[in-house]
């Protein structure tokens, strides 16, 4: 007669005179031991000899959960499978199981650490949005409503972090399942587009009179003198932020007039294997020198006071601020981003040098095979568009002489 849930309520914890074996079906049976503690068992032969393996005790295994585990190692043992030696896998497994935090610092450290620019930024995040409420769990028992029900979280609040995490954590379980330290991807059919993120091409430019109020917060004399000259280099080259932060003093060369930027800090690095060189005018060669008197004797350009390089994302704070002061100054405006910038300058000197050498001043590569055959670095065209593109900012922000801030000093 098969095992029923009444028949264990009456056992357990019931003292027996001996040793009572039950059996139920597909291999199951229950041994109550003489104090009443009920163990669920999987009986088989193997090999032609009989064996047993337990499965779990009543009542925190129900019956249900022992029958269906007994249904398990039946299917094993006819896949030739040894239920005792599959039983002590599956527990090493556990035993071994890679965390969600493990697998993605373990991926950060092998594909992108210092290969990807915002390398510490994508890092940051995990650290922030991921790691304090699921980095401890077992990773392929996290399946996918936690992980949306988080990153969903994250949209709410900040849209583009929410899709890096996204991002980037579909890209960690790729690599996890490629190594066979994981076997699930439960991100793997959700866009950023299944959660509400979509992405825009930024259209943020800066206005003259924007320009203007900027340049009288950040020529101040209380404002930050570092983090005016963050911002003005920006905006004179163009660069893209990471360029600017990872900058070391021996990038620049005063006596050739040049900035180079090494292929580990821009984007496009990675793949071309190339710097990208600038050249330095005059206005801009007082801005580095002034940041080099500010650096605390660092190898880097712009450090925080222990002499350390300023984080990536460092900047965001002081660009928030300026954002909250100039709101105050324009009806319906829109915050920007230091990015932003880039496109600022962009637009600014489109209508001062050739297409071609503008996008070689913001570092992007030449279209089609004009890319094969022109490997010519168009510096001094560069140099004359940076130029005109400067003294273009100081007619814009300083309409009339003023002595006391020209836009190359702060």
């Not at 020529?219 to 660069?239: E, Q, V």
């Amino acid at each position: 007669m098969a095992v029923s849930d009444s028949w264990l309520r009456a056992v357990n914890g019931k003292p027996q005179a001996k040793m009572v074996t039950k059996s139920d079906r597909e291999g199951l049976s229950v041994r109550v031991t003489p104090k009443g503690k009920v163990i669920f068992q999987y009986r088989y032969r193997w090999q032609g000899k009989g064996d047993r393996i337990d499965i779990g005790t009543y009542p925190a295994i129900s019956l249900k959960d022992a029958r269906d585990s007994a249904l398990f190692y039946r299917r094993e043992l006819e896949q030739h499978r040894n239920p005792k030696v599959v039983k002590r896998t599956r527990k090493q497994q556990s035993v071994d199981a890679h965390t969600v935090e493990s697998v993605i610092r373990d991926w950060w450290e092998k594909t992108l650490k210092n290969v990807q620019v915002n390398a510490i930024a994508i890092r940051r995040s995990f650290e922030i949005y991921v790691f304090p409420k699921i980095g401890n769990l077992p990773h392929d028992e996290t399946h996918l409503h936690v992980w949306l029900s988080l990153i969903e979280e994250v949209v709410k609040a900040k849209p583009a972090i929410g899709a890096r995490i996204l991002l980037y954590a579909k890209t960690a379980h790729r690599w996890g399942i490629r190594r066979g330290i994981i076997s699930l991807n439960p991100l793997i059919d959700v866009t950023a587009q299944d959660l509400g993120v979509i992405k825009h091409q930024g259209e943020r430019v800066l206005s003259n009179n924007e320009l203007r109020v900027l340049f009288a917060l950040i020529d101040a004399p209380n404002y930050n003198p570092r983090n005016a000259l963050i911002i003005k280099l920006a905006l004179l080259f163009g660069c893209r932020i990471g360029e600017l932060l990872k900058a070391k003093i021996t990038d620049f060369d005063f006596t050739k007039g040049i900035w180079t930027v090494p292929p580990e800090n821009h984007k496009t690095g990675r793949k071309s294997k190339k710097p990208i060189i600038r050249p330095i005018i005059p206005a801009a060669e007082e801005l580095i020198k002034t940041a080099k008197k500010l650096s605390y004797g660092s190898y880097y350009l712009f450090t925080v006071s222990e002499g350390k390089a300023l984080c990536m994302g460092g900047h965001l704070s002081f660009v928030n601020g300026l954002n909250k002061k100039m709101a105050h100054k324009f009806e319906n405006y829109t915050h920007w981003s230091i990015h932003d910038l880039r496109k600022t300058m962009r637009t600014g000197v489109a209508e001062l040098t050739q297409p071609h050498v503008a996008e070689i001043m913001l570092g992007h590569k030449l279209p089609g095979v004009w890319q094969v055959y022109d490997k010519h670095t168009y510096l001094e065209e560069q140099r004359e568009a940076y130029e005109r593109w400067w003294t273009k900012v100081n007619q814009i922000v300083y309409p009339f002489p003023n002595p006391e801030y020209p836009a190359g000093q702060n």
